[in-house]
């Protein structure tokens, strides 16, 4: 069984770096064809997409975030990271770290989730 778990502070000012870090357990990150993507939730908004690293370590980001988004893993600790530079309040959202199986378009294991608001 996959469990994902996502980490990180709550509260991050304005201008400041949000920093994320998923945990995965019950399987490695490496294994072949999976993608580990993170997606957000703005208050009274739908998902949206941010980024994924994928089981070599490819990346790819929503164009709309590309410039302030960095996606990168610890193989050794099986965890992937999220760093959002110079987040606004428009960044206040939950958090979740997901896994993308092959050739799928749907997300099959999620992490809980991680409130993180972005205010002074």
């Known amino acids: 069984q996959v469990q994902l778990q996502e980490s990180g502070p709550g509260l991050v000012k304005p201008s400041q770096t949000l920093s994320l870090t998923c945990t995965v357990s019950?399987?490695?990150?490496?294994?072949?064809?999976?993608?580990w993507s993170w997606i957000r939730q703005p208050p009274g908004k739908g998902l949206e997409w941010i980024g994924y690293i994928g089981y070599s370590g490819s990346t790819a980001y929503s164009p709309s975030l590309k410039s302030r988004t960095s996606i990168s893993r610890d193989t050794s600790n099986n965890q992937f990271s999220l760093q959002l530079s110079s987040v606004t309040p428009e960044d206040t959202a939950v958090y979740y770290c997901a896994r993308d199986p092959p050739g799928g378009a749907y997300y099959d294991y999620w992490g809980q989730g991680t409130q993180v608001t972005v205010s002074s």
């Open positions: 019950g399987g490695p990150i490496t294994t072949n064809f999976y993608h």
